[in-house]
């Protein structure tokens, strides 16, 4: 776990209380682990490599492979954001027989994180003052840092519906896969027949 100076919770509730289709006792199903909740999926093929062009697309990505430091570092991590959320929302197109599927609830899931993210930028926009400056910048770096994790978690999902090893990232910018669930609002209901866990 990183250190972070931010107050961004990610609040999931009307994506988890989705019903998913899940595995019924298949001894070639996979485990999909999300904040709060698991469940075990088989995934259909147009779902595999789906799930393989979006880790591979996502990987090359300049804010999943470089941190911030300056004005412009944010700028391209910002336009980085834009890139992936346009090509998210092209495979929820791609995607609409499968709505109920476990990639299309991780890729719900990077595309709310998006969101999520920007509204807090703009909620916690800098005024004035070079100390308020310094203050916010500390506070959007955090907050960046904290949905990269986010993504990244997501894609090692991602690459177990696809059955590879997420590529190219550099060993000091990946997260290992345990959820940071101080980080995320706990849902109050779990749909389908998810399973409530603690990772």
Known sequence: MKNRKTDLKFNFQSILSKRVKQAKDSLDSIT???PFVSFSIKPENKEKLAAKEIV???????VLNAFECCDDCIKKSLSSLQEIRSLLVDKQVELMDYTDSALYILIELILESIRQFFTYVERNKIKSGFDRIFEKREIYLGALELLRSHIYRCLIQMSHIASIE?????NHMRYDEKWELIYY????YLGGDM?????
């Open 56 to 62: 591979i697309r996502l990987v090359d990505k300049r």
């Open 185 to 188: 609002k706990e849902p109050g």
């Open 32 to 34: 999909i682990n999300l």
């Open 195 to 199: 399973t409530h866990n603690s990772r």
């Open 166 to 170: 997420i590529p190219k990232i550099s």
